[in-house]
């Protein structure tokens, strides 16, 4: 909501739902247990307020610091009965094109291999302050489709072991430079289905294609 670029953008409307529901129904629409929207402490009456939790079974809004984020998320996860072996899955509220479908993927990578910590965009940049605002990933899956996958106990160690403002502020870089991690590829987003024009809905797909590749977000393979 503080974000110095786009204030309140997680309320901004898309489709007539707030940008934050589709966060919200794809962390639902997963496998996970329970979903927390973890928010600072003095929001918590204005999130309930505006969010319909009855309409996402598995939603807690829990209340927290809002300068110390790492502090926000252990300690709603400890609330929570947490456990060290636990699995946590990190989204951002800002990756409004989240889907169920790469949280499963990356779970099952989880699940299935020895490490602290997966990520399906890149577990070698944005880990210091150094290089803050690295939006290239190491996998076909574009920056906006960020899954982190951790135990409890590496959040831990990382709220015990750092004091670092910027690993306060981002929650795991600590974790990417001292645990076991690893990059997993949750997959490409491809352009499906029907782009000649026939109607005036057509156009409109149309125009929100040139959008994205004028603006780089669309590149061929050749």
């Given amino acids: 909501m503080t974000s110095s670029r786009f204030h309140n953008k997680i309320f901004e409307s898309i489709n007539e739902k707030y940008a934050i529901d589709y966060v919200i129904e794809a962390c639902n629409r997963s496998i996970v247990d329970e979903v927390l929207l973890v928010v600072p402490e003095e929001q918590v009456g204005y999130f309930n307020s505006k969010i319909n939790s009855t309409n996402f079974s598995k939603l807690s809004i829990i209340g927290g610091s809002e300068d110390n984020v790492l502090e926000r998320y252990t300690d709603s996860l400890m609330i929570r009965g947490c456990k060290k072996n636990d699995i946590v899955v990190r989204i951002t ?14 779970i099952e990578y989880f699940k299935k291999n020895n490490f602290d910590y997966i990520n399906n965009s890149t577990v070698t940049r944005v880990l210091s302050e150094d290089n803050p605002d690295d939006y290239q990933t190491d996998t076909s899956t574009p920056d906006g489709f960020n899954v982190e996958v951790f135990n409890f106990n590496s959040l831990l160690e990382a709220y015990t072991s750092t004091y670092s ?49 004028n603006s780089g977000r669309i590149e061929y393979e050749l």
């Fill in 165 to 213: 403002k910027y690993d306060i502020e981002h929650v795991t870089p600590w974790i990417k430079r001292n645990k076991n991690c690893s990059v997993f590829n949750t997959g490409k987003i491809c352009l499906t289905g029907k782009f000649s024009v026939d109607t005036p809905e057509d156009l409109e797909i149309i125009k929100a294609y040139y959008k994205l590749f």
């Fill in 93 to 106: 509220s800002d990756c409004f094109a989240m889907n169920s479908v790469f949280i499963d993927k990356s």
